[in-house]
């Protein structure tokens, strides 16, 4: 039989639910353990990382979309996010999920032309309309400012009703940030378990015989597509008011191949291993403090390995190596 | 009197055609053939770069001997990667051998980046700055060479294609895989025959036109998107339909730089490919089946 390419659906709520919130709870006492500045800032990009990773598996791992656009989803976050807050004076809330509808309406034209097309071009097609929007930020200066990038975007603060919550240190951003992510996950993870991510799989794995039985293919992927699109957008709009800085360099294509790496080494199923495999991930070159051109030849070649002999990712992996001891005690 | 503007930009939109169309076969072909999109392909075509500006600027090769030595050094190479990344995967799930060019993509390309350093470096040729005149027109014996070279490489491609009994088992595995291996023709040594054709391609590409436009490790990625706009707009695997495709987008692209914005002239290219998948997703070209 053909080799499938992942197949596993998380169903154990429980065990799930266990993992989600012992990964909060470190995440949440771990800068106060580490009283290091830089730790925060490592952690607070290695969340949008998973926000990120997480609404790519619901387009990659999940629908099997070759999107190469990723990127352009979360620049287009980014800059509605800071344009609003910088020009028009907008808060941080309404920033937010404005952030997340345009990329959402963006992923929804793309997505309109890019099923048109066959699944193997779909990688192409998307990779061309993000190149359209790099050369409009690039080239658009009386709005984005060109190259040059927009300063001094605002640090959020939430006003409910008279009481004014500011998030002006690095700390209390993060702590937003981890709020921001955790709702994500959750939601994200409420979808891969529904009917709706059931669909996706069968979508990815034939599609011919997932509208066969009854699902209307085109609708769930546009579905996915966008969704995900909304989530990148969010972690956009995130991205830029931590840094407080804004330009065309930061979405360049590493940043779709550090999220295609992640979801494709966290293994396509279950959201643990993409959830840790996109800390990991960022983490480990920040600390070996690896140049940005050496981890990139560092996640081609993961993603080359992964490809070839671990198709199943991480997860997939440490499955084959234990099978195969117990294989081997059996014969012993 | 012909308008010399005029007939300007029909000459650069020729010339980029030809670079679009010679990186376009290989993408067609590998396409129609093995049916996998090859995202490496642009590196490919900057390795043929480095190559050619190692052999002449470093070494000191004449450029007759470069342009030879870089196709063949290409499409062994292309051989090779065919044989370790490829070919294990083809039974596979169809994203794998996409994850796998494009992993091989970045990293060639930071490879390049890491080694070269992200320099534009300079490839002198024979001809140097030398400019032909005529009717009011300028063009650089370069150009000529990358016009009249790709004309002579296409020209070749057909008789293989249609001529040899490879080539035509070639054009077979296209059309029917099942069928092919019915009469006896051994599809991986079509396959490994089709990629390192392909490369050989961008080889040629990398030493004809990379004296135009210089080489940096970057070089090819732009490239490569303009090759898969002239794919798509050609329809998927027709290398015929892409090779018309790309003087096509060549001329549309100059005169729209010359005439309407030359920031946004690489856009056209797209938006011409945006609305031929709108109105005619298989392309132009795309209703015949096979190359």
Known sequence: MER??????????????????????????????????????????????????????????YTGLFSLAHAAFFAVGAYTSALLSVDLKVQFTPALLLAGISSM?????????????????????????????????????????????????????????????????????????????????????????????RALIAIREN??????????????????????????????????????????????????????????????GGFKGVLITAIALYMIPEFLRISPDWRDVLFGIVLLACARFFPEGIEGAFKLLFKRKSEVTENA | ???????????????????????????????????????????????????????????????????????LALAVLGGICEKIFIEPLIERHWLMPIVTTFGLSIIIQNLLRIIFSPDVKKIPTLYGAEVLEFLGVRVSYQRIIVIFGALISFLLLHIFLYKTKTGKAIRAASQNKEACSIVGIDLKKVYLL?????????????????PVFCVSPMMGSALLLKAFAVVILGGFGNVKGAILSAYIIGCIESFAGAYISYTFKDMFGFIIMVIVLLFKPQGIFGKKVGI
């Open chain 2, 194 to 210: 089709a990629f390192s054709l392909s490369t050989m391609f961008c080889g040629l590409a990398g030493s004809i036109a990379g």
């Open chain 1, 207 to 268: 599609q011919v015989l997932a509208e066969s039985v009854g699902i209307n293919s085109k609708k769930y992927m546009t579905l996915a597509f966008v969704l995900g699109a909304f989530f990148a957008g969010i972690a956009g709009s995130l991205y830029v008011h931590y840094v407080r800085y804004v330009n065309p360099e930061s979405f360049s294509l590493s940043l779709t191949v550090t999220a295609i790496t992640m979801v494709i080494i966290g293994g396509q």
């Open chain 1, 105 to 197: 309406v963006v992923a929804y034209g793309i997505i309109k032309v890019a099923l048109k097309t066959s699944y193997h071009s779909f990688g192409l097609v998307t990779l061309a309309f993000s190149s359209i929007l790099a050369l409009v930020y690039k080239n658009w200066v009386e709005i984005t400012r060109g190259p040059m990038g927009i300063p001094g975007i605002p640090r959020p603060y939430l006003e409910l009703l008279s009481l004014r919550i500011e998030f002006f240190t690095d700390l209390q951003c993060y702590y937003l940030i981890l709020t921001i992510t955790a709702l994500s996950v959750w939601f994200l993870s409420k979808i891969f378990r529904s009917r709706i991510g």
């Open chain 2, 1 to 71: 009197m012909i308008d010399s503007i005029l007939l300007q930009q029909i000459l650069n939109g020729i010339f980029e055609g030809s670079v679009y169309a010679l990186m376009a076969v290989g993408l067609s072909l590998i396409f129609g053939v093995i049916e996998v999109v090859n995202f490496a392909h642009g590196e490919f075509y900057a390795i043929g770069g480095y190559i050619t500006y190692l052999l002449c600027s470093v070494f000191g090769f004449s450029y007759e001997a470069t342009v030879a030595i870089t196709c």
């Open chain 1, 4 to 61: 499938r390419w992942g197949y596993k659906v998380p169903l154990n709520f429980l065990e799930d639910l266990k993992f989600y919130l012992i990964f909060l709870f470190i995440l949440s006492i771990l800068p106060m353990i580490i009283r290091i500045p830089y730790i925060v800032t490592v952690l607070a990009f290695s969340l949008m990382y998973v926000i990120l990773a997480m609404s790519y598996n619901l387009i990659l791992g």
